[in-house]
């Protein structure tokens, strides 16, 4: 297992909500960031591009517009086999985006995996890697909150299959090639800088634009909404910090997130009132691939890094919405 703290990170999706944020907490304490990110369409580019040029200003952080499941072309990228850690944040994302373009997610979430492990396994340093899980894996669980020894066999969409199917070739590599990995079954991430296609996103421009919010199985359900800058604590510790518990194996999942599920309702009254402005609402019955309610138990990487969320709905959305406001002046 890696001894030394790393000072070199290899990180991929760095252009993305999550990428951006992990970039600039390794680059506050001084740890090189080498970006890998291939800028696709599925949200506006220029959300990406924006979020770069924040990044290039850095001392420190290096950039390579590389498809990861290029595997030639991404391990052929300058500053890849000085790394001492990977941070693996790159992926099609979306439930139901994966209905209508599933050939993305075969390509983005599988090969691509498959080709970061590849690396991992061929690397000189032979880093850990920390890479990108989701909730989505616990598929329609009714037992709550979800724990990292729950069965995981049934997902009710292909990004959730992708990702569960991500976790099972890192454990195989574990097993196989002795390699030391993490992954993060990350719940539901909001923030300054974040994506367009999520509902704390979309609810705040359409109540400030006034226009209706589509509120999905008539606003029964719940989510464990996890602030960003929570979420950059466990991936950075997680990639950077030796575990506090000995004897770990070499292939670990642990849950992220709030420990604190919203209900849908709730959700919105916090939005109207960072907006300032009441929503109008149309409600839609459940969506495929859509599951009724998220909840993490945090307990394992609470006990092995010392992970413990602070912040509260009612505190991250209003600093979201004067993001929001800034960043796209209304």
Same mark, same amino acid.
Request: no cysteine.
């Given at each position: 297992?890696?001894?030394?703290?790393?000072?070199?990170?290899?990180?991929?999706?760095?252009?993305?909500? !999550?990428?951006?944020?992990?970039? $600039?907490?390794?680059?506050?304490? #001084?740890?090189?960031?080498?970006?890998?990110?291939?800028?696709?369409?599925?949200?506006?580019?220029?959300?990406?591009?924006?979020?770069?040029?924040?990044?290039?200003?850095?001392?420190?952080?290096?950039?390579?517009?590389?498809?990861?499941?290029?595997?030639?072309?991404?391990?052929?990228?300058?500053?890849?086999?000085?790394?001492?850690?990977?941070?693996?944040? /790159?992926?099609?994302?979306?439930?139901?985006?994966?209905?209508?373009?599933?050939?993305?997610?075969?390509?983005? %979430?599988?090969?691509?995996?498959?080709?970061?492990?590849?690396?991992?396994?061929?690397?000189?340093?032979?880093?850990?890697? @920390?890479?990108?899980?989701?909730?989505?894996?616990?598929? /329609?669980?009714?037992?709550?909150?979800?724990? *990292?020894?729950?069965?995981?066999?049934?997902?009710?969409?292909?990004?959730?299959?992708?990702?569960?199917? $991500?976790?099972?070739?890192?454990?195989?590599?574990?097993?196989?090639?002795?390699? *030391?990995?993490?992954?993060?079954?990350?719940?539901?991430?909001?923030?300054?800088? #974040?994506?367009?296609?999520?509902?704390?996103?979309?609810?705040?421009?359409?109540? !400030?634009?006034?226009?209706?919010?589509?509120?999905?199985? %008539?606003?029964?359900?719940?989510?464990?909404?996890?602030?960003?800058?929570?979420? @950059?604590?466990?991936?950075?510790?997680?990639?950077?910090?030796?575990?506090?518990?000995?004897?770990?194996?070499?292939?670990?999942?642990? $849950?992220?997130?709030?420990?604190?599920?919203?209900?849908?309702?709730?959700?919105?009254?916090?939005?109207?009132?960072?907006?300032?402005?009441?929503? *109008?609402?149309?409600?839609?019955?459940?969506?495929?691939?859509?599951?009724?309610?998220?909840? /993490? %138990?945090?307990?394992?990487?609470?006990?092995?890094? #010392?992970? /413990?969320?602070?912040?509260?709905? *009612?505190?991250?959305?209003?600093?979201?919405?004067?993001?929001?406001?800034?960043?796209?002046?209304?």
């Amino acid at each position: 297992m890696t001894l030394s703290r790393p000072q070199h990170v290899l990180l991929t999706g760095a252009a993305g909500f !999550i990428g951006f944020h992990v970039a $600039n907490n390794l680059l506050d304490q #001084g740890i090189r960031v080498t970006g890998v990110d291939n800028l696709n369409a599925y949200y506006p580019v220029q959300l990406k591009t924006d979020r770069l040029a924040l990044l290039a200003k850095r001392d420190g952080f290096s950039f390579h517009q590389v498809d990861i499941a290029d595997h030639d072309a991404f391990k052929a990228a300058p500053g890849i086999n000085d790394a001492d850690a990977v941070v693996h944040l /790159a992926a099609q994302a979306g439930v139901r985006y994966s209905l209508e373009n599933p050939f993305a997610y075969g390509q983005s %979430n599988l090969i691509g995996h498959l080709s970061v492990i590849e690396l991992v396994r061929h690397h000189p340093n032979k880093p850990r890697l @920390v890479y990108a899980s989701s909730s989505s894996v616990y598929g /329609a669980n009714s037992k709550a909150p979800f724990s *990292e020894g729950d069965r995981v066999d049934n997902p009710v969409s292909l990004y959730a299959a992708t990702k569960r199917s $991500n976790e099972m070739m890192s454990e195989s590599y574990a097993r196989l090639y002795g390699m *030391e990995q993490v992954g993060l079954r990350f719940f539901t991430v909001y923030g300054p800088w #974040g994506r367009p296609d999520m509902a704390y996103w979309t609810f705040t421009r359409d109540i !400030i634009e006034g226009r209706p919010i589509r509120v999905f199985n %008539n606003g029964h359900l719940k989510r464990d909404f996890t602030w960003i800058d929570d979420i @950059v604590a466990g991936v950075v510790s997680t990639a950077l910090d030796q575990p506090k518990t000995a004897n770990l194996p070499l292939h670990r999942i642990y $849950n992220i997130g709030n420990n604190r599920p919203v209900e849908l309702g709730r959700f919105i009254e916090i939005v109207e009132e960072a907006v300032g402005k009441k929503a *109008e609402k149309i409600m839609e019955p459940m969506q495929p691939g859509d599951v009724h309610a998220t909840y /993490a %138990n945090i307990d394992a990487l609470a006990r092995d890094h #010392g992970f /413990a969320p602070t912040t509260k709905l *009612e505190d991250g959305i209003p600093r979201f919405v004067k993001w929001y406001r800034d960043y796209t002046k209304t």
